[in-house]
């Protein structure tokens, strides 16, 4: 059993597990099944994964590289940041200016090296509180605290942290540095402090403030940009505006309310219009007067921005001076003109006396003198006229000083007065053997209206000197014209020479009163050195101007230019000369020249030769001329020496001869048979008239009136005071056929009027009692009725101007200037002489006498 029982239940056994088995079998199969499904199921999601993966490989792949280009930029923009951050660092360091940054609790986050480096020796850096820097600022005397204490500033500066906007503070440090803080909290609540260096700054204004004008700078806008202290003192009223940004208005407004400006009175708005709105173009300078009696100098000028920098400066002080000196300079000139004027009274008062010994000299040489006494006799006489000379000189100069010199022009004639210089002139000329010529231009007018007698005074004073200072060669006398107005000439007259001449710097001091040219050379020559003085006055008293040009040793060319009006001439034309062919015959250029100009122009056709000897081959050569003109005055051969040659020879050719000294040449010249003699310079229609002369028949002999019975003597008399003069009067008159009589001051003459009934009255005007004027007034009431008019010449002494207009209002004729000349008196007798009078000289007699 055991067995069987073991075998059953190993069958069962057996069976029970085959079973289990084939379910096994089952559910493996199954699951097999299952699992290949799955299997396959997982197969297929593998290849899927698979082709997932691959194409997420590949996308990180991308990714990857993606990522490391991005970790690239980043760390490149990292880069650049911290440089950007080194660089800003760099910057904010190199700034001259202090920079730094503060937290909310006030304590440092960063600072620059500006800002730092007062602190390099103290333990500052980030974190440090501001109190304790500032402290550290005050205690080691970094600023200067002026009146506060370390502590008052550290506090007063943290408090400054609680204002809002944050005011701006200036600190000086104590080495001289100006610091001006300018804080602002950040809206994190960071402080962000600047610390500017206004060094640069604060030395300008500082030298601003320092000058002692006002300085006030406007923008473009005309507001205030800044003014000085000075600026504000300067005008205290309107100073309280004076703040920057108020405009140039409103400064002006307050100060034409206070009532500060001088010149805006009354008229207040356009006085500000005139100085607003319109830009400042270039610079202005004025002068600025402030009602307090104050004066400023206004300078104002653009600035290239388009404001305006100005300055003001207090010239009260200067204007005060300029007063006192504007008061002496008047009182200066005042008594300036009363010596002038006293000047001139004492030179008139001397040349009364001096009238006499002149005059008394020149009588006395004519009476029987021993050689010795005639030598002394001529010297007083040309020592006196000298002295005249130099009297009138000083006269004159005082005159146009004391302002006392008036001009009065009238018709004259131009060629005529030149020409009547040269021949005063021509004495000394003679006496040095130059030559003196006149080249007057042809085509100018000769008759002009201006004051001849101050004419004549300057053509003497350049002819003279140019005689004066020329020892050899000749003075030119040159008058030439442009009409640049109708009816009106600009005269050029020069006066050349070929004397001694005048260095260069000297030139125009010779101009100057009592001024000669300081040379050894110049010593010898007499003079006042006043003439010249006059001379540019008188000529710039009529509008003209003095010019002289030199050349040492050379010679001297001194001129005027003049417009003077053109007289019209009322005198007929001339007869035309009628000859045909001149020969003409002087040693100089000019002389030639001159003549031949003057004879083209009326119509002439003329020859010009250079000697006698030319002359006679000319001759030789051509006979048929109508005249011969020749100069007296030449080298070799004479002009009378060649006149009488050619006579000799045979030639009956018309000779007119000219001559520095006709008197001379006419002596002994018989055989030379001369048509004419004339005075050279040669007047132009003197040479014509004597030109017309020789064509026509000499004029038949005028026979002498006879002197009969029932003719009478002319009556003349003579007012004058002092006794002197009334005997060179007489003296001077004794050989003529008057009947003379004395008056010895005006109220006489006018007494004696009556009775006499004179032809004639000499009338002298400083008398006592009554002076000429008033008893020529009183001679002139009593003519009024009847139909005589007494011929009434005054005898002044050189007259203080405007004497001589009242002079010829007071019903006198004319006037002689004293000293009396023997020629002048005769010639006025002469004029005047009545028809049923003797003649006062023999007429042929007077015509020389006169002339
Ligand atoms: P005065 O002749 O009386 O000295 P002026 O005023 O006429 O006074 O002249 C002043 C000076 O000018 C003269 O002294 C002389 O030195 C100089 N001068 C004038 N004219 C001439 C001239 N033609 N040649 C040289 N020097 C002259």
């Not at 096994?24 to 997982?42: C, D, I, Y």
């Not at 008047?330 to 008062?349: D, G, I, P, Q, T």
């Not at 009816?487 to 020069?494: A, E, K, P």
Request: charged share 25%.
């Amino acid at each position: 059993m055991d067995i069987v029982d073991r075998l059953a239940k190993e069958r069962r056994a057996r069976l029970g597990a085959e079973r289990l088995l084939e379910q096994k079998q089952r559910e493996l199969f199954a699951a097999n099944e299952k699992l290949a499904l799955h299997a396959r199921a997982l197969s297929e999601q593998i290849v899927e994964q698979r082709h997932m993966t691959k194409a997420a490989v590949s996308e990180a792949q991308m990714l990857k590289g993606q990522n490391s280009r991005f970790i690239t930029d980043l760390e490149a923009a990292h880069t650049s940041a911290v440089m950007a951050e080194r660089r800003l660092r760099d910057s904010v360091n190199a700034l001259h200016d202090g920079f730094a940054v503060f937290d909310d609790k006030h304590r440092l986050l960063v600072a620059n090296r500006a800002y730092l480096s007062p602190y390099a020796d103290y333990n500052i850096g980030p974190g440090t509180p501001y109190r304790e820097i500032l402290k550290l600022t005050a205690e080691e005397g970094m600023v200067n605290l002026g009146e506060e204490s370390p502590a008052e500033w550290v506090e007063r500066m943290l408090a400054r942290w609680d204002n809002d906007p944050i005011p701006h503070e200036t600190v000086q440090t104590t080495n001289g540095q100006w610091l001006r803080l300018v804080d602002r909290r950040a809206r994190d609540g960071d402080m962000v402090c600047v610390a500017l260096n206004t060094t640069q700054q604060m030395r300008i204004w500082a030298a601003l403030e320092a000058i002692p004008d006002g300085f006030v700078l406007f923008d473009r806008e005309e507001r205030l940009l800044a003014c000085n202290q000075r600026y504000k003192e300067i005008y205290p009223e309107s100073a309280a505006l004076m703040t920057p940004g108020i405009s140039y208005e409103q400064i002006l407004r307050a100060g034409v309310t206070a009532g500060v400006y001088a010149d805006a009175a009354g008229r207040e708005e356009a006085w500000i219009e005139e100085r607003i709105g319109q830009p400042l173009t270039g610079p202005i300078v004025r002068e600025q007067e402030l009602t307090d009696g104050r004066w400023l100098r206004v300078l104002e000028q653009p600035t290239p921005d388009g404001g305006r920098v100005g300055l003001r400066v207090d010239i009260t002080h200067q204007k005060e001076q300029q007063a006192a000196l504007d008061e002496a300079r008047k009182a200066a000139e005042a008594a300036n003109r009363a010596k002038s004027a006293f000047l001139a009274n004492m030179s008139h008062e001397i040349r009364t006396p001096m009238n006499g010994v002149v005059g008394m000299a020149e009588l006395l040489c004519d009476t029987g003198l021993t050689e010795e006494q005639r030598l002394f006799a001529e010297t007083i006489r040309s020592s006196g006229e000298a002295l005249l000379v130099i009297i009138n000189d000083i006269l004159d100069y005082s005159k146009i000083e004391a302002e006392r010199l008036t001009l009065h022009p009238e018709p004259f004639d131009l060629e005529r007065l030149i020409h009547e210089v040269a021949m005063l002139l021509q004495p000394s000329a003679r006496e040095r053997g130059l030559d003196l010529m006149i080249d007057y231009d042809l085509f100018l007018p000769t008759r002009f209206v201006g004051d001849v007698g101050r004419l004549r005074q300057v053509l003497t004073n350049l002819v003279g000197n140019a005689v004066k200072f020329t020892e050899e060669g000749h003075v030119l006398i040159r008058i030439v014209g442009l009409e640049n107005d109708p009816g009106s000439q600009q005269l050029h007259i020069s006066v050349e020479d070929t004397g001694i001449g005048i260095p260069a710097d000297q030139l125009e001091h010779v101009f100057g009163e009592f001024n000669q040219v300081e040379s050894a050379a110049n010593r010898k020559f007499e003079g006042t050195g006043l003439g010249l003085a006059i001379s540019k006055s008188l000529i710039e008293r009529m509008d003209g101007s003095v010019w002289v040009d030199s050349e040492l040793g050379q010679g001297s060319c001194f001129g005027f230019r003049l417009q003077l009006p053109i007289a019209e001439d009322q005198s007929a034309p001339p007869d035309p000369v009628l000859l045909r062919r001149a020969l003409v015959v002087d040693d100089q250029f000019i002389n030639r020249t001159i003549l031949e100009r003057q004879l083209l122009t009326c119509g002439m056709q003329v020859t010009l030769c250079r000697s006698a000897a030319e002359v006679i081959a000319e001759l030789a050569r051509d006979r048929d001329y109508d005249v011969l003109i020749t100069d007296h005055e030449m080298p070799e051969m004479n002009g009378v020496q060649l006149a009488e040659k050619l006579r000799e020879t045979g030639y009956n050719i018309p000779i007119v001869l000219f001559s520095s000294n006709p008197a001379v040449a006419r002596e002994g010249s018989e055989n030379a048979q001369l048509s004419a003699v004339l005075q050279k310079p040669l007047l132009r229609s003197e040479l014509y008239r004597r030109l017309r002369g020789l064509t026509a028949p000499p004029p038949a002999p005028r026979p002498k009136p006879p002197q009969t019975a029932a003719h009478r003597a002319m009556r003349v008399l003579a007012a004058e005071d002092n006794r002197t003069n009334q005997l060179v009067f007489h003296k001077m008159v004794k050989d003529l056929q008057i009947d003379l009589s004395f008056a010895d001051n005006g109220r006489e003459a006018v007494e004696m009027f009556a009775d006499l009934q004179p032809d004639l009255i000499f009338m002298d005007i400083s008398m006592p009692e009554m002076d000429g004027k008033e008893a020529a007034r009183a001679i002139r009431e009593r003519e009024i009725g009847t139909d005589s008019h007494v011929p009434i010449i005054a005898l002044t002494a050189h007259a203080m101007d405007g004497d001589d207009t009242s002079i010829l209002a007071s019903g006198i004729d004319k006037y002689l200037t004293k000293p009396l000349r023997k020629t002048a008196i005769t010639a006025a007798l002469v004029a005047h002489c009545p028809v049923d009078a003797w003649p006062v000289v023999d007429p042929e007699d007077a015509q020389s006498e006169v002339a």
